[in-house]
């Protein structure tokens, strides 16, 4: 198992990442297919998928036309 690390970006000394949920557990996986890679709060969000080509958001998941694992999502 590898580590997630989230580094924190402060704006006018306020968080910038307001919250994050996670999505797929040890005893509940959750799966998107490449045609239906979640977005967040319509793109202003992002979540992170679990592929074959490696973690990426979704919007890398949808240019490289692969679903996975959905790990959390971000906004």
């Known amino acids: 198992q590898g580590i997630f690390r989230v580094y924190l970006k402060y ?3 306020k968080s910038a990442i307001r919250n994050i949920k996670r999505v797929s557990k040890s005893s509940l996986r959750v799966y998107a297919k490449a045609a239906k890679v979640p ?3 319509r793109g202003r969000g ?3 998928i679990s592929t074959s080509k490696g973690v ?5 998941a949808k240019e490289l036309g692969v679903g996975g ?3 959390a999502y971000i906004w």
Request: aromatic share 6%.
């Open 46 to 48: 992002l979540a992170v």
């Open 11 to 13: 704006v006018y000394g």
């Open 39 to 41: 977005s967040v709060l």
């Open 56 to 60: 990426v958001t979704d919007k890398q």
């Open 69 to 71: 694992e959905v790990i």
